[in-house]
């Protein structure tokens, strides 16, 4: 059921972000987690997120890069990637 009820606010996001389209200019200043507290998706994957002033969606940000995150699966390799070389060297 609650898979149910997840996947049907998914696709109200989707269908509401293509009728309305929400394009996220406005952000807050990136937000870091503090160690021990609860991490949301969007801080999860880079430990910062920032919030659109507008619809309220969290996204994870790239400190280094100073950009919000749009592929995590990319950003997870190339993250995973850099840790392996430093340790190596």
Not at 60 to 89: G, P
Request: glycine share 4%.
């Amino acid at each position: 059921m609650r898979s149910f009820v997840s996947a049907t606010k998914k696709i109200i996001e989707i269908l509401f972000n293509l009728l309305f389209g929400c394009r996220h200019f406005h952000t807050t200043f990136p937000q870091s987690i503090k160690w021990r507290q609860r991490r949301t998706r969007a801080a999860y994957l880079t430990g910062t997120y920032v919030v659109c002033l507008k619809c309220g969606k969290e996204f994870a940000y790239d400190w280094d890069e100073m950009r919000i995150v749009t592929n995590e699966e990319e950003f997870a390799l190339a993250n995973n990637a850099l840790e392996a070389q430093s340790h190596s060297s």
